[in-house]
């Protein structure tokens, strides 16, 4: 497990993926041998705006700071998300018709309805009847 070096402290520059968005750079030791160096490699912290970034860095000085742990689970879907959704139901209004309850769900615009349509897609009869089972 890497941890966050005290010796090099922490600073703050604008991101170069997002505007108007901050990266907290410091450094963590990535390797050595046998004690004859120490190497230390650069990690980015993205962060919303200023006020976190602040924050971050304070913390990271302070040794203070408690990296986000990384999780490999996988949300639970609910019966209407497995059984997937269509696009349209209310004339011209964007929404989206889930094929297990019928439900018909008002979205903020069509480009939301495609990409609902695109992570819940229909399934097929046999799968959509096991889902119902």
Request: charged residues 15%; aromatic residues 10%; contains cysteine.
């Amino acid at each position: 497990m890497s941890t966050i070096s005290n010796l090099i402290p922490a600073y703050i520059a604008p991101s170069s993926r997002f505007h108007g968005c901050y990266d907290v750079v410091t450094y963590e030791k990535s390797r050595g041998v046998n004690g004859l160096y120490t190497a230390f490699s650069q990690k980015r912290i993205p962060c919303a705006n200023i006020a976190s970034a602040r924050t971050v860095k304070r913390e990271i000085n302070a040794g203070t700071y408690d990296q986000p742990t990384e999780t490999n689970e996988t949300p639970k879907l609910s019966a209407e998300q497995l059984g997937g959704c269509l696009t349209g139901g209310l004339g011209y209004t964007p929404a989206v018709t889930w094929l297990a309850t019928g439900r018909t769900e008002q979205v903020t615009n069509w480009a939301t309805a495609r990409q609902l349509k695109r992570n819940y897609p229909a399934q097929p009869e046999q799968v959509f009847a096991s889902v119902l089972a």
